[in-house]
């Protein structure tokens, strides 16, 4: 229940809302009623000037003398021994002079004081068009808030479409459908995304069950259908860890670069060539590196994770007895990493694909089903992250040639990482040996 105090405090009118409208409006009479001031107080300093006596010529006060006469008249003097007749018209005169002297103060006094009243009048009247034109004005805004309220996810695809000049309200409104179509493009893509990892992971957990339902539904299960269902059970859960842990990387690179730190890139390269997951063996492929220094600025596990996915990518969409080619160098002060391979043909068309998750080009690269579909997407997101620029060309005999460009390291970098000259190596994988 209120108080005494709140029940006092309730009967007294609230102030309105300092909306922009109002704000407009009393800026508008404030600005007229100053400029209406001004004005008023120069015309009365000029009406004051235009009347003073001192300022009429002798001969306009008085038809009765002119000439001499008048001279003396306003210098207030008259000779000794004058005619009385020039008394006479000297009092004459002075007399008139006191009239239009109080004439013209009754006439400034009024003046002023209808000038007031019509300050007042029209700055009245000035807020009330001020009022309607502010209104005027802000139509657009109240368009676009309208409009922007009726916008939710589940209708992204609606858009403002502002009509009217080309103004400022209409570049915010066209900002605002640039923007609503930015998050559509995010959010239809992170409904694929959701479908497309749903599908991954639910694939081989169905898979899983039919092999168990039929190692249980068997007669008479042996041994040795019990060990091919583990088997394959194993390679099924190995995919899986797999295909969970380039989600999860995924969504790492998706964050950002938490910890920046300077490094070689050359030495991010020796540490994957080195790396024993690396398998070019089984294709015989021979492993060009062309290395020179190459400082960058980031985070160097998204970065080796990057090389690596860039690498294996290179490795696994190739021909037999391929050849792929790593070049890491500094152009124009940004480290550049190149990374090409001899493999099938991709068509252009589709290179924007391969950058997308869980898109693959079977039909053009070959059938692997031991890949995710999540390796050109997760180096697309460590480049972004790095706000690094990624490119991707096609080679005129077949394969993929990739770039990433890295943002400028900076002058603080470490001194050594820059020293040293370029080094080339060629390591040749035969079968039943690993790349090194």
Same mark, same amino acid.
């Given at each position: 229940?209120?108080?005494?105090?709140?029940?006092?405090?309730?009967?007294?009118?609230?102030?309105?809302?300092?909306?922009?409208?109002?704000?407009?409006?009393?800026?508008?009479?404030?600005?007229?009623?100053?400029?209406?001031?001004?004005?008023?107080?120069?015309?009365?300093?000029?009406?004051?000037? %235009?009347?003073?006596?001192?300022?009429?010529?002798?001969?306009?006060?008085?038809?009765?003398?002119?000439?001499?006469?008048?001279?003396?008249?306003?210098?207030?003097?008259?000779?000794?021994?004058?005619?009385?007749?020039?008394?006479?018209?000297?009092?004459?005169?002075?007399?008139?002079?006191?009239?239009?002297?109080?004439?013209?103060?009754?006439?400034?006094?009024?003046?002023?004081?209808?000038?007031?009243?019509?300050?007042?009048?029209?700055?009245?009247?000035?807020?009330?068009?001020?009022?309607?034109?502010?209104?005027?004005?802000?139509?657009?805004?109240?368009?676009?808030?309208?409009?922007?309220?009726?916008?939710?996810?589940?209708?992204?695809?609606?858009?403002?479409?502002?009509?009217?000049?080309?103004?400022?309200?209409?570049?915010?409104?066209?900002?605002?459908?640039?923007?609503?179509?930015?998050?559509?493009?995010?959010?239809?893509?992170?409904?694929?995304?959701?479908?497309?990892?749903? +599908?991954?992971?639910?694939?081989?957990?169905?898979?899983?069950?039919?092999?168990?339902?039929?190692?249980?539904?068997?007669?008479?299960?042996?041994?040795?259908?019990?060990?091919?269902?583990?088997?394959?059970?194993?390679?099924?859960?190995?995919?899986?860890?797999?295909?969970?842990?380039?989600?999860?990387?995924?969504?790492?690179?998706?964050?950002?670069?938490?910890?920046?730190?300077?490094?070689?890139?050359?030495?991010?390269?020796?540490?994957?060539?080195?790396?024993?997951?690396?398998?070019?063996?089984?294709?015989?492929?021979?492993?060009?590196?062309?290395?020179?220094?190459?400082?960058?600025?980031?985070?160097?596990?998204?970065?080796?994770?990057?090389?690596?996915?860039?690498?294996?990518?290179?490795?696994?969409?190739?021909?037999?007895?391929?050849?792929?080619?790593?070049?890491?160098?500094?152009?124009?002060?940004? %480290?550049?990493?190149?990374?090409?391979?001899?493999?099938?043909?991709?068509?252009?068309?589709?290179?924007?694909?391969?950058?997308?998750?869980?898109?693959?080009?079977?039909?053009?690269?070959?059938? +692997?089903?031991?890949?995710?579909?999540?390796?050109?997407?997760?180096?697309?997101?460590?480049?972004?992250?790095?706000?690094?620029?990624?490119?991707?060309?096609?080679?005129?005999?077949?394969?993929?040639?990739?770039?990433?460009?890295?943002?400028?390291?900076?002058?603080?970098?470490?001194?050594?990482?820059?020293?040293?000259?370029?080094?080339?190596?060629?390591?040749?994988?035969?079968?039943?040996?690993?790349?090194?």
């Amino acid at each position: 229940m209120a108080g005494p105090a709140a029940r006092r405090a309730s009967r007294w009118p609230r102030a309105p809302r300092p909306t922009a409208r109002l704000r407009l409006t009393m800026l508008y009479g404030m600005l007229f009623l100053a400029s209406g001031a001004v004005l008023l107080t120069v015309t009365n300093l000029l009406v004051d000037k %235009a009347t003073d006596t001192d300022t009429v010529p002798a001969d306009l006060l008085s038809p009765h003398f002119s000439g001499s006469t008048g001279d003396r008249i306003r210098s207030h003097g008259i000779k000794p021994g004058a005619p009385c007749d020039s008394i006479k018209a000297w009092c004459q005169a002075q007399r008139e002079l006191t009239q239009a002297a109080a004439l013209r103060a009754f006439e400034l006094h009024e003046l002023r004081i209808w000038s007031a009243v019509a300050l007042g009048l029209v700055a009245v009247l000035s807020v009330g068009l001020g009022w309607l034109i502010a209104g005027r004005v802000l139509r657009p805004v109240r368009a676009i808030s309208a409009t922007a309220r009726q916008i939710s996810a589940s209708n992204l695809n609606q858009r403002l479409s502002l009509d009217g000049p080309d103004d400022e309200f209409r570049e915010l409104a066209a900002t605002l459908d640039g923007l609503l179509a930015r998050l559509q493009t995010s959010f239809d893509s992170q409904r694929r995304f959701v479908a497309s990892a749903s +599908h991954e992971l639910r694939t081989p957990l169905t898979l899983d069950r039919a092999l168990l339902e039929r190692a249980l539904r068997h007669p008479e299960p042996t041994h040795d259908l019990w060990r091919a269902t583990c088997e394959r059970l194993l390679v099924s859960s190995q995919h899986q860890d797999h295909l969970i842990q380039a989600l999860l990387a995924l969504a790492r690179s998706e964050a950002g670069v938490v910890r920046s730190e300077f490094f070689e890139l050359s030495a991010v390269i020796d540490a994957v060539l080195l790396s024993p997951e690396l398998d070019a063996a089984s294709q015989g492929l021979q492993i060009r590196t062309t290395v020179g220094p190459a400082p960058v600025s980031g985070d160097r596990r998204l970065a080796e994770r990057l090389v690596r996915n860039l690498v294996d990518n290179a490795i696994r969409y190739n021909r037999p007895c391929g050849r792929v080619d790593i070049t890491a160098e500094t152009r124009s002060g940004r %480290a550049v990493l190149a990374v090409a391979n001899t493999g099938p043909p991709v068509p252009p068309a589709d290179l924007d694909r391969l950058f997308q998750p869980f898109q693959r080009l079977a039909t053009s690269r070959g059938s +692997h089903a031991d890949g995710t579909g999540l390796g050109l997407s997760i180096v697309k997101a460590i480049a972004d992250a790095h706000r690094a620029a990624l490119t991707a060309d096609p080679q005129p005999h077949g394969g993929l040639r990739i770039e990433v460009r890295f943002p400028p390291a900076g002058p603080h970098h470490e001194p050594g990482l820059t020293n040293g000259h370029a080094r080339q190596s060629i390591t040749e994988t035969p079968a039943g040996r690993g790349a090194v």
